[in-house]
């Protein structure tokens, strides 16, 4: 048989979505993949039950149906001031990780350079290379997550044509300053680059941090490429519902793109998630504090247990540092936690481009109950872990 792909022969499988597998085989509580355990809005799901009998269930506009391209429209232009015209400048896809690899593949050609933050969510590295681009990677320096204003604009000196911006980030959940934002945009116009943003979490911030939209501040408007999705926001992560927003050159060459990858988003789920577009202020005031609300039980409860970790600024992430137990392989240590702790987590060394195995991350978008007894389980992860032994991970 002929070799197959060079390009794809290095990728391993998604760690999250591996971890989720052995945490129902093991019957664990999962904190990798973060999807929540609770029921959409009910307006939304009562919207599909009526669209289940009423239609539409053919093809729509590969570019997204038009109610739900002015509903995306309307809702950005209420939140980031800035009007968009649904026709020209959005383009509906399959969930926001196709938004992602369809804009990386109509901006970049093979060899080209785009800058990443690291660590970062773990596709943001294959869609480069599937793109045929190389990966510049900027750290964001734990436990703040701050990054070196120098060796930012060195990725743009090494010829940088975009960069990939994750706000609020997975998975350290720090949310950039309108400082911090300012400069990105500053050396995005002086090097001609674009940005690309994943604003996934865009409502999901915790007081007194606030979400800046890049592509609103003076002169960005043109260069940058909105990725986004109601996965998390609507609590439809299934429904895989995702969008772009770029100027019409751009988007013009992305639907293109992803006519040809998908040919368009599922129509019956496009109708009754205008439902959820349309909501007013009062729901996303609710959204931030229920997120609140759980992350208070859940960062409380590693608090009491003395775990150490960085307090998450947005999304719903939390990164612990388990070096105090020796954790050499931080793959190795999530499955034993998964098999000993009754806990899934996600190893840190799957969002670092640098050698840190130090860290693992668990997410919080659970019931009450669900945190609670995640809670009650990790209090038994010191004890367990110190006393381990002949394990294959220190």
């Not at 806990?343 to 860290?359: T, W």
Request: charged share 25%.
């Amino acid at each position: 048989m002929r070799p197959l792909s060079s390009r794809t022969e290095q990728f391993t499988d998604s760690v999250i979505r591996r971890m989720t597998r052995i945490s129902d085989e093991y019957n664990a509580i999962n904190l990798s993949q973060g999807f929540p355990d609770f029921e959409p809005p009910k307006a939304i799901t009562q919207r599909l039950s009526e669209v289940a009998s009423e239609g539409p269930h053919q093809y729509a506009v590969t570019f997204g149906a038009k109610n739900f391209r002015d509903a995306v429209a309307k809702k950005y232009e209420h939140f980031s001031g800035l009007k968009i015209n649904p026709d020209e400048e959005i383009v509906v896809t399959c969930g926001s990780t196709e938004a992602m690899m369809a804009t990386m593949m109509s901006i970049t050609n093979p060899g080209d350079k785009v800058a990443v933050f690291s660590p970062f969510y773990e596709n943001y590295g294959a869609d480069a290379i599937l793109s045929g681009a190389e990966p510049i990677y900027i750290p964001l320096v734990p436990p703040e997550f701050k990054y070196d204003s120098e060796v930012l604009e060195d990725a743009f000196r090494q010829g940088a044509k975009a960069l990939i911006l994750c706000n609020p980030s997975n998975p350290c959940g720090k949310v950039f300053t309108r400082k911090e934002l300012e400069e990105i945009a500053k050396l995005a116009m002086k090097y001609d680059a674009y940005v690309v943003t994943d604003e996934v979490y865009e409502h999901i911030v915790y007081s007194p941090n606030k979400h800046t939209y890049l592509q609103a501040l003076p002169g960005m408007r043109e260069r940058t490429i909105v990725c986004n999705s109601l996965s998390k926001t609507y609590s439809i992560t299934g429904w895989r519902l995702g969008y772009v927003i770029a100027n019409p050159e751009i988007t013009e060459r992305i639907k293109k793109v992803h006519d040809f990858l998908t040919v368009g988003a599922a129509a019956p789920l496009m109708e009754a998630a205008v439902t959820g577009l349309e909501f007013d202020d009062s729901y996303y005031e609710e959204v931030a504090e229920h997120y609140a609300h759980m992350k208070e039980i859940f960062i409380g409860g590693l608090k009491e247990l003395g775990l150490s970790y960085s307090e998450p600024q947005g999304a719903y992430y939390v990164l612990i540092d388990v070096s105090e137990f020796g954790v050499k392989d931080d793959n190795k240590f999530c499955e034993w936690m998964i098999k000993n702790v009754g806990v899934a987590a996600v190893p840190g060394s799957s969002f670092f481009k640098e050698d840190i195995n130090n860290y693992i991350r668990l997410h919080f978008a659970k019931q009450d109950e669900t945190l609670k007894e995640a809670i009650r389980r990790l209090a038994s992860l010191k004890e367990k872990a110190n006393s381990a032994i002949d394990v294959d991970w220190r």
